[in-house]
């Protein structure tokens, strides 16, 4: 299954956007599909997943409250993003995996990303 992100940009502090990601093929519900975030010279980061059959969510901490992930169908999910933030500038990222975890590199299946710039 191939994944790809989209739906980034350009915006103010305190603005939101919304993030899609598309899956190529179905995801199966025993899947975790997580969202991620990188900048240069830094990790990726974890930002949030969701288990795919059962819709249970968890948020890393800093965006708990104002990120929501979401699923729309067999193979597409979503990431609103409200209050943003000039930290939450990166490109993020969503993969696929087995696990229910917050560790990014335990993520083994990965989309191209999208561009999230958040201007102060």
């Known amino acids: 299954v191939q994944l790809q992100a989209s739906g980034g940009g350009l915006v103010q502090a305190g603005g939101s956007l919304t993030l899609s990601c598309a899956a190529s093929?179905?995801?199966?519900?025993?899947?975790?599909m997580a969202w991620l975030r990188q900048v240069p010279t830094k990790e990726r980061e974890f930002v949030a997943l969701?288990?795919?059959?059962?819709?249970?969510t968890a948020y890393a901490e800093n965006v708990k409250g104002r990120f929501t992930v979401s699923k729309d169908g067999p193979d597409t999910m979503y990431l609103q993003m409200n209050n943003l933030k000039p930290e939450d500038t990166a490109v993020y990222f969503c993969?696929?995996?087995?696990?229910?975890?917050?560790?990014?590199?335990?993520?083994?299946?990965w989309g191209r990303g999208t561009q999230v710039t958040v201007s102060s």
């Open positions: 969701i288990r795919w059959g059962v819709g249970r």
């Open positions: 993969a696929r995996g087995t696990q229910w975890t917050f560790v990014a590199n335990e993520y083994t299946n």
């Open positions: 093929g179905r995801i199966y519900s025993s899947a975790v």
